[in-house]
């Protein structure tokens, strides 16, 4: 019988396989749990998400997050019926902060959801290929990265009608270069593994190597990254809209809100202090919960 023709039983060793990943796994879970800080950040993001998904539901006023006015009930301090408090127009604070967390996530989601791969993508390239394509795809990055991402977002974001989209834009546009250095370091290092050369001597593809071999070992680096970066996208995405060029009244955007209520301190002071610490709230979630992960991965990566 010639070795082609072999056939092995790999039974027995899904057996083995099988218990250790749910070993391992169980291992992991328990670091996790036994860092207090980090599960009280994923219990924090987790809530917020579901208490954005479930807005309609769960606020107390959904009918008043759009154009709704009710000024007899304008100015009302925190109280039963409206625990937030009441803006300048008669709307209830706390629903607007619940749906505000919707337009918070849903920034989140499509930055990182742009930027992440589009920059994982060159990384990956500029790390494996080295060369001329690793020098072109550097200096391009180190060129967006030479400017302040915030001064890069606000030339964007000014330049057109300030709308949500736009602001989505602007900071997805500048997102990928800390992930494309990130990765190209990442890949660079790996590719001198023995497993990489042993996909290369046995004929693999540049993309089985690059999907199959070196993404997988850069993934727990790259989620510690988005964690943590989740809450940076907020705050910048706030800041665009205290300014004017992010979300437009009457939607309910955290940032929009905080500024439309500084006018209005101290009397009224709720009007700008709850956004403002639902903004902080969501912040350290994220903080919280990337440290987590960084401490349960045991890797360093660059903020």
Known sequence: ???????????????????ARRELWYRSYRRFANQPMSVIGLVIVVAIALAAVFAPYIAPYPEQVGSFTDFANAYQPPSLDHPFGTDSAGRDILTRVIFGYR????????????????????GLVAGYAGGWVD?????????????PPLVLA??????????????????????????????RGLAASL???????????????????????????????????ATLDAGIVVLTGASLSFIGLGVQPPRPGLGTMVANGTQYLPAEWWISIFPGFAIFLLVMGFNMLGDGLRDLFDVEVEQ
């Open 1 to 19: 019988m010639s070795i082609d023709t072999l056939s092995f039983d790999t039974s027995g060793l899904d057996r083995i396989v099988s218990p």
């Open 103 to 122: 337009i918070a996530l849903l920034l989140v989601a499509v930055v990182l959801g742009l930027g992440v791969p589009v920059g994982v993508m060159l």
């Open 191 to 225: 590719s001198s593994e023995e497993y990489v050369q042993a996909a290369e001597l046995a004929g693999a593809s540049t993309t089985h190597i690059l999907f199959r071999e070196l993404l997988p070992n850069c993934l727990s680096p790259l989620l510690v990254k």
């Open 135 to 147: 020098t072109i795809i550097m200096r391009i990055t180190d060129t967006f990265l030479a400017l």
């Open 154 to 183: 606000l030339a964007i974001a000014s330049a057109f009608e300030p709308t949500l989209e736009v602001a989505m834009f602007a900071i997805a546009s500048l997102w990928w270069t800390w992930y494309a250095r990130l990765t």
